[in-house]
């Protein structure tokens, strides 16, 4: 079955720097990637996603790469603000079929002001 | 906005004892999924369902748990009987699946399960 493994699994950035986030899969037929970010003590929330006929989404602050070849893809998150301080999962999926999400262990994300 | 609901939101309970958690998926959603969140293991996929039917459930102790879907509006995931390795926060989600694109799932509030 599929296997996604998440890096870091802190990460500690200034306010106003980039930060990465990397996960690698291990199913090569999986072809849609979601992101969801989990603020303390509240549910994961979907902030974007990626299908495998992408290389690369942007939305405002956030984007995400694809590497099909190498089955890896990164959420990166520029000019950082305190209020993305949170839980960050990646998950990987099939568009055709079961669909179940597996996810990454997480990555928490502290923004330091 | 469109909600999944979960009931209760805390539960505490003693060892032993049975527990039931319920979960109300967003209206016209056909996949239900139960995950268990704990510090150490992350997110992990119990049990789902597709148009009520279970398709997977290799990641629940079937020794103990259980998860039903008696209805489209309501699935079920309960313990019996619990152990205090159970205490965990218990996340349903819900999305649209069909022949085509995955348009992402939707997950509830959870439930805070603890067992003394």
């Known amino acids: 079955g599929e296997n996604v493994e998440q890096h870091p699994s802190t990460l500690s950035v200034q306010e106003g720097d980039s930060a990465v986030i990397k996960c690698t899969y291990s199913d090569s037929a999986s072809n849609y990637f979601p992101w969801y970010k989990q603020e303390l003590g509240k549910r994961p929330q979907l902030i974007i996603d990626i299908r495998s006929n992408v290389g690369e989404k942007k939305d405002q602050r956030i984007a995400v790469t694809l590497n099909k070849t190498a089955k890896h893809f990164s959420l990166h998150i520029t000019e950082t603000q305190p209020e993305d301080s949170a839980v960050y999962f990646c998950a990987a999926s099939k568009i055709q079929g079961a669909q179940k999400l597996v996810f990454g262990q997480g990555t928490r994300l502290t923004i330091n002001p | 906005d469109a909600r999944v609901t979960q009931t209760p939101r805390h539960k505490v309970t003693e060892m032993g004892q049975e527990v039931t958690m319920r979960c109300q998926p967003i209206?016209?959603?056909?996949?239900v999924f139960w995950y268990r969140q704990t510090m150490m293991q992350g997110l992990e996929l119990l049990a789902y369902f597709r148009n009520r039917a279970p398709l997977d459930d290799s990641g629940m102790p079937k020794d103990r748990f259980s998860a039903e879907m008696p209805d489209a509006t309501l699935a079920t995931l309960k313990i019996q009987p619990s152990e205090p390795r159970d205490s965990a926060v218990y996340f349903c989600a819900s999305g649209l699946v069909v022949t085509g694109p995955n348009y992402g799932y939707t997950f509830g509030s959870g439930t805070r399960l603890t067992v003394v």
């Open positions: 209206l016209g959603h056909n996949t």
